[in-house]
């Protein structure tokens, strides 16, 4: 992703911090986007004797994903940039496949979210660790998100039947990247 040439920032940080910030936002964004649509799909298409469960746990992980995305968007914003929400641009700078799975049982649609909520998860703590001089404020707001991530995480976890994925393991339609969804 190109950096975005901003016009103004925030007070007490440079142009070129703020670029740095924006870009890094930018490609969370579109991470927590596409685990939205994600959620979404999963909820339309798990079966199984866990299907009600995992149906309803899904649909509130959806809303606070979408308030995180949100928020992401706006400090884009604040910090002088453009946020790039569509579908196409996410498609075109995201460095992952699609989640590969379509209707299937709640076990095998949960340890592909675990997956999913790793990389994601992994991503957000690296953003987390470069803002930390550069830009506290972005930084307290990934904290925040990494919060609750973690805890839905937890959630997908503590599912009877679901076995953990070792590490090194692959997650299903990724390129060839170990846990490495976003």
């Not at 950096?3 to 910030?21: C, F, L, N, R, W």
């Not at 969370?28 to 199984?48: C, F, M, P, Q, Y």
């Not at 809303?63 to 946020?83: C, F, K, N």
Request: hydrophobic letters at 40%.
């Amino acid at each position: 992703m190109a950096a975005q040439h901003i016009s103004y920032t925030v007070p007490g940080m440079t142009s070129e911090d703020s670029e740095k910030v924006i870009a890094l936002l930018q490609m969370r964004l579109h991470s927590l986007n596409d685990l939205a649509l994600t959620l979404k799909h999963i909820h339309w298409n798990v079966v199984g004797p866990h299907f009600i469960a995992v149906h309803e746990m899904l649909d509130p992980q959806v809303e606070q994903v979408r308030s995180m995305i949100d928020d992401l968007a706006e400090r884009i914003s604040t910090l002088g940039g453009e946020p790039q929400g569509t579908p196409g641009v996410l498609v075109d700078q995201r460095d992952w496949k699609d989640y590969s799975l379509g209707r299937a049982e709640a076990i095998a649609h949960l340890g592909a979210l675990d997956l999913v909520y790793t990389s994601i998860i992994t991503d957000h703590r690296k953003a987390m660790d470069e803002t930390e001089t550069a830009d506290p404020v972005t930084q307290d707001m990934l904290i925040e998100q990494l919060r609750g991530l973690e805890l839905f995480q937890w959630f997908v976890r503590a599912h009877p039947g679901l076995r953990r994925p070792r590490p090194g393991r692959r997650s299903p339609g990724r390129r060839g990247r170990r846990c490495r969804a976003r």
